[in-house]
């Protein structure tokens, strides 16, 4: 840990020069990341498959592509971001020049999950450090290849004083919560979420949590099927469902409910085949303890598909199961593995209930050919983010901000929102000397009865 204080220690140093390097230099250092990224392509892809079998397309889409996308935005709009942004004066303080000036926050603390290891520790790592912070990122334990690799990219790209990387579990999170810092940027589980805010509050530290939830899929009965099945197990099996906006549990009209089964069944097949444990396009779950929670939802439930358990290759089939009761185990918790409740509805009170028998999640879907029904239950619901006729797409567009509501977190990033993030907005105003109104100096005498007659030029 001495080494670890010693870093902290430089990067509080590193600061001040930090934001006065300027905002050139901090594009010149994400070309460099992005070049070096680009060097290393196969070994980060390597590093995702070593950690739990996550193939090299899925590795490059979801990982890889993300983070390109997002260093190629910031090279192109940081300048113009970080200008300080004119705003119009008032009458009262006339005459006067004021600003709004974009000011990092300074040390910042970025907590990985494991699920996309390399993407959602280096994107926010790269905006916090665009924006003019230093970052001490932590990425998860249980994804040690990708956390070395990611260690390996931030410490050749970047001095230690703006970015170095702290490996580590719990109590390597621990350590470093106890510590003041200007930021901090959780992604995780609802449970460490808490910890982390509860450690926020002690030194008043502004935070965001990135989080889960139970996120619905709502089929009715106008909905193209063929596309919902599609792009249901498309959302849900990616990454073997171990994604914070995969869809948690489908809730289907009733009248279409056998239909959306078989093709679902048709979908996963047509995706990973019959010998779906043979397909090298599907990934296994992260570690035993996983395997085993993901294991226990299966017990006691009929299946409509699936439910093969292998537990020396930490494989689980994907596996549908019916109609399980809101008490049962899988319907108790945030999924995240490839098992999918399929719940029946006849009418909408059903549809709310269910919802709202849950904290908000973080995204939630409805397939549905009814445009205003749809629109209607996107507006009526609390959640992060949501799709009419498709499932988890909303993360790839860099203009929608990304985050939850609630339980599933606070705060939001993603392109421009990451900028918004990793900086805070400080008024400036520049007032002139050439004239000075003498109107507001006391002895005020019967200036009150002129304030009320011009009221109406100040309000
Ligand atoms: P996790 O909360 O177990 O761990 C996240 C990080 O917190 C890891 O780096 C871990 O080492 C650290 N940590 C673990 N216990 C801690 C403690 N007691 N004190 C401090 N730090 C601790 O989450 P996970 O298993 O890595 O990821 C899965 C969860 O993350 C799911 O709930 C998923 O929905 C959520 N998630 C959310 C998003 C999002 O963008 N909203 C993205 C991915 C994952």
Redesign the pocket.
């Known amino acids: 840990m001495t080494e670890n204080v010693e870093i902290l220690v430089q990067q509080k140093n590193y600061l001040a020069s930090h934001e006065t390097v300027g905002v050139q230099q901090r594009i010149d250092l994400l070309k460099k990341l992005k070049s070096y990224i680009e060097n290393h392509e196969q070994e980060i892809l390597d590093a995702l498959y070593a950690d739990f079998k996550k193939s090299h397309f899925e590795g490059y889409a979801t990982e890889l592509l993300v983070t390109y996308k997002e260093i190629n935005l910031f090279i192109k709009k940081l300048k113009q971001w970080s200008r300080p942004k004119r705003v119009l004066p008032t009458l009262f303080n006339f005459p006067s020049l004021d600003y709004i000036y974009q000011q990092a926050w300074g040390q910042v603390l970025v907590?990985?999950?494991?699920?996309?290891p390399f993407q959602?520790a280096i994107n926010p790592v790269l905006a916090a450090i665009a924006c003019g912070n230093s970052v001490i990122l932590?990425?998860?334990?249980?994804t040690p290849h990708t956390a070395k690799i990611l260690e390996q990219v931030l410490h050749a790209v970047f001095p230690k004083e703006i970015a170095y990387v702290i490996q580590?579990?719990?109590?390597?999170?621990?350590y470093?919560?106890k510590q003041k810092w200007d930021y901090i940027f959780?992604?995780?589980?609802?449970?460490?979420?808490k910890?982390?805010a509860k450690?926020a509050a002690e030194h008043l530290t502004p935070v965001t949590?990135?989080?889960?939830?139970k996120n619905p899929c709502i089929v009715d009965e106008t909905a193209n099927l063929a596309i919902a099945a599609k792009r249901i197990v498309w959302g849900k099996l990616i990454n073997a469902g171990?994604?914070?906006?995969a869809p948690d549990y489908i809730l289907v009209q009733k009248k279409v409910k056998e239909k959306l089964v078989k093709l679902l069944i048709q979908e996963i097949e047509s995706s990973y085949t019959k010998h779906i444990d043979q397909s090298p396009d599907y990934p296994r779950i992260?570690n035993p303890k996983?395997f085993e929670r993901l294991a226990k939802m299966l017990s006691n439930e009929k299946l409509l598909y699936g439910g093969q358990l292998i537990e020396s290759e930490l494989y689980i089939e994907p596996t549908l199961i019916d109609e399980p009761n809101l008490d049962s185990e899988a319907m108790q918790d945030?999924i995240?593995g490839p098992i999918l409740p399929i719940l029946s509805y006849t009418d909408f009170n059903e549809v709310e209930h269910s919802i709202q028998h849950f904290p908000h999640p973080?995204s939630l879907f409805i397939f549905s050919e009814n445009a205003t029904r749809a629109k209607q239950w996107m507006q009526q619901f609390e959640f992060?983010g949501g799709i009419i006729n498709d499932t988890i797409v909303h993360f790839v567009n860099d203009r929608l901000p990304?985050?939850?509501v609630g339980n599933?977190?606070m705060g939001q990033y993603h392109g421009k929102h990451s900028f918004e993030t990793f900086t805070r907005k400080k008024a400036v105003l520049h007032r002139k000397t050439w004239i000075d109104l003498p109107f507001r100096y006391p002895p005020y005498g019967d200036k009150l009865n002129l304030l009320k007659r011009v009221k109406s030029w100040f309000t």
């Open positions: 907590i990985a999950p494991w699920n996309y959602l932590k990425p998860s334990e249980l580590g579990g719990a109590e390597t999170s621990t470093l919560l959780f992604t995780g589980s609802v449970p460490v979420g910890i982390v450690a949590l990135e989080l889960g939830g171990q994604t914070c906006i992260v996983n945030e995240f973080l992060g990304f985050g939850g599933s977190g």
